[in-house]
């Protein structure tokens, strides 16, 4: 048996076919939706710009700091209630 002519890792389905189960599926999804469409949602939801990756890192900084003023709370209002 060979392997998956799409993913390159998995072994394929059957012992005359050229995918895997799961890549089969793709296969599936794209003969039903179109190639063009599968590839634009695969791009647009799973590739990021440099400004989308900006706003993530930003965020996520965001929810450090925001982190760090909660506990900077909870620490004041523990020693006010001693
Ligand atoms: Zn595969």
Sequence with gaps: ???????????????FGYYCAD??????????????????IVKSCCIRNDKQI???IDIELGDIKTNKKDVDKVYNLRNITK
């Design 1 to 15: 048996m060979g392997y998956c002519y799409f993913c390159e890792k998995e072994p394929v389905e059957k012992y």
């Design 23 to 40: 890549c089969r599926e793709i296969k599936n999804i794209m003969n039903v939706y179109g190639r063009d469409k599968v590839l634009g």
């Design 54 to 56: 900006q706003n993530k």
